[in-house]
């Protein structure tokens, strides 16, 4: 029997030792998101070790074999119980406001050695002239696909221009917004970004620069087909309409590059970021920590969303009438909408929602919106849920008046503020929303909280037959897999943008934590069972 458990000793610690060998070669390469956490309902490893450690005491007792015995056992079923430990985050309760396992991943959006130096501009393929759409975040992310795109046609890309034409109307340049130099010297071995054409070769060209839009979430081939011979015949190829153009799914290190611009070279200017930063100063002087909550509930929207709020006859009239301004919506059903999870959540829900996870009414809460449909009226729910909430004009009135004809900048405030709360939660998943949640993930995983609407539309409708433990009980198994946790990012699922899972790694001694922590738990148990015997 001695032989017998010798040449199993030696099998097992082979096995170990390769077992090993990779997780250091994997720890090394910083390889991301391995598939720790397998959702499936199966018998827990240290459940089963256990069972197995007891009936090994009960022989020890009968046949007189050592109690250390014990230990060699462990060693051996140690490692198939490593991530139970982290699977069992799934079922237990959630901590509202961090999450336990943040500590085990970090950021990481370094270049490799093989990614090649940007390619100097009187070398490149032409000039990239680059036209972004939509609001703040929207624009946000055709500048970040504009400089993969450029590192892509080997092109010098000019300044990314801010669209000035939106619903917002926000006439604020890039200069305005972010610090232009530090995106062109952070991003210089990357891409080669100049701040416009040269004069001298704009008056040297025949025909003005070539415009055109490329489809939605184009592939880098349709980019090396379609625009690259135009690039090299034209020199400047203009892209207008610039958002989402870029396709969601890249190599790791052009999706790499893509932190590197979002999370890196897109700076605020000093002006917006001191103000963001003395607003976030204030919320934490008044309060240990709080939550942002992001509610995109402006008239546009809403009408754009085809949903129902509970306003009547009035509400259906005037946002029929915003509707009209986009002549090719379909008509929608907002009951059917609204099933989908396709509705912003109201500000009452939101409160809801946060209170029935576990917030209690004396957190504090900084408001991020722009103009809320019904005013006061609509935010009065939430108010008497958290009697402690505030905006930036409540803590900075003085302050924000030079901003204030700029919805832009604005808005650049609000993301300084809900980047740096301790909570960042939103009615919708709109695209601050998306950049704010990759962001946040990025930078630790801070509890971000997204709303389960398709789920909580249920909820909320049939609130006022349950008792307020059942709805509780409710909202927090339907919250499951929408809070920010690391076991939510699948590799090559969602939009990059909110799911950077080539940009977030695991910490290289995470195996040697957990393998610690099930070593006490089963030394524990072992020399129980010895102080049994004796």
């Not at 590799?491 to 950077?500: A, Q, Y």
């Amino acid at each position: 029997m001695g032989v017998g458990k010798l040449s199993l000793l030696s099998t097992t610690t082979t096995n170990l030792g390769v077992l090993a060998e990779a997780n250091n070669k994997c720890s090394r390469k910083h390889v991301c998101w391995r598939s720790s956490y397998q959702h499936r309902k199966q018998i827990s490893w240290s459940v089963l070790c256990g069972f197995m450690l007891f009936g090994l005491g009960l022989i020890s007792l009968f046949t007189g074999h050592m109690a250390s015995d014990l230990e060699w056992y462990s060693h051996r079923f140690v490692r198939r119980s490593l991530y139970s430990t982290m699977d069992a985050n799934y079922r237990a309760p959630i901590h509202v406001w961090k999450s336990q396992y943040a500590k085990y991943y970090y950021g990481c959006s370094e270049r490799g050695r093989d990614f090649a130096p940007a390619v100097r501009e009187h070398v490149s393929n032409g000039y990239l002239l680059i036209g972004t759409s939509g609001g703040l975040n929207q624009q946000r992310t055709g500048i970040t696909d504009a400089v993969v795109v450029a590192r892509i046609l080997n092109a010098t890309l000019v300044v990314p221009e801010l669209d000035h034409h939106s619903y917002w109307k926000d006439d604020s340049d890039f200069v305005h917004i972010f610090d232009i130099d530090w995106f062109i010297s952070y991003l210089a071995k990357d891409v080669t970004i100049v701040k416009r054409v040269p004069d001298k070769f704009m008056r040297s060209m025949e025909k003005p620069p070539y415009t055109m839009r490329v489809p939605r979430k184009s592939e880098p081939d349709y980019y090396l087909d379609q625009v690259l011979p135009i690039l090299l015949r034209r020199q400047v190829v203009q892209l207008t309409k610039f958002d989402y153009r870029l396709a969601n799914n890249l190599n790791d290190e052009l999706q790499k590059l893509r932190c590197r611009v979002n999370f890196h070279a897109l700076r605020f200017t000093k002006p917006i970021h001191e103000l963001g930063q003395r607003i976030v100063m204030r919320m934490k002087k008044m309060a240990h920590r709080f939550i942002a909550v992001h509610l995109r509930f402006e008239p546009d929207m809403l009408a754009f969303s085809g949903c129902y709020f509970g306003g009547g006859e009035k509400e259906r009239r005037e946002l029929g009438e915003i509707r009209k301004r986009w002549t090719t919506l379909p008509d929608l059903s907002p009951d059917g909408e609204r099933k989908r999870g396709k509705c912003p959540l109201t500000p009452h829900e939101v409160g809801l929602m946060l209170r029935a996870l576990g917030f209690s009414n004396d957190t504090y809460l900084y408001v991020a919106s722009g103009e809320i449909y019904g005013g006061d009226e609509t935010m009065q729910p939430l108010r008497d849920l958290f009697p402690n909430m505030y905006t930036k004009e409540m803590l900075a009135e003085e302050e924000l008046r030079p901003f204030l004809p700029f919805s832009s900048r604005l808005a650049a405030i609000d993301y300084i503020v809900c980047d740096e709360s301790d909570v960042f939660a939103t009615n919708n998943n709109g695209n601050m929303a998306k950049i704010l949640a990759g962001r946040r993930r990025y930078m630790g995983h801070k509890r971000t909280i997204r709303p389960n609407a398709k789920k909580l539309s249920t909820l909320f409708a049939g609130r006022h037959q349950m008792d307020w433990d059942t709805f509780a009980k409710k909202v927090k198994a339907c919250q499951r897999g929408f809070m920010g946790e690391p076991d939510e990012m699948k590799p090559g699922r969602g939009e990059f943008h909110e799911f950077p899972s080539s940009c977030v790694c695991r910490r290289p001694y995470v195996d040697q934590e957990l393998t610690a922590i099930n070593l006490t738990k089963v030394d524990s148990w072992s020399n129980g069972i010895r102080r049994g015997r004796t």
